[in-house]
């Protein structure tokens, strides 16, 4: 992996957050009072928002350095 290639990271970001909603739906099953939907409210559902925005900008920056890179080697 180059120091510049964000696909991966953003490959194990977008991983992790699908293994954290899955791990959740399956909690959630078993775990299901005003705790589990507090913790949900002030846990789980502020990060959706923010892996979305963060794997935008991942996006954003993959597509710039690989633009520097193909005009550093013209």
Do not use: Y
């Not at 970001?13 to 409210?41: H, P, T, Y």
């Not at 846990?43 to 954003?60: G, N, W």
Request: glycine share 2%; aromatic share 6%; hydrophobic share 30%.
């Amino acid at each position: 992996m180059r120091p510049w290639d964000l696909d991966t990271s953003s490959a194990q970001i977008r991983r992790a957050m699908e293994d954290l909603q899955r791990a959740w739906q399956e909690v959630s099953e078993s775990w299901n009072d005003g705790v589990s939907q507090k913790f949900c409210e002030q846990h789980l559902e502020p990060l959706i928002p923010v892996v979305k925005q963060t794997l935008d900008s991942i996006s954003r920056m993959q597509q710039l350095t690989s633009k520097m890179q193909r005009e550093c080697e013209s």
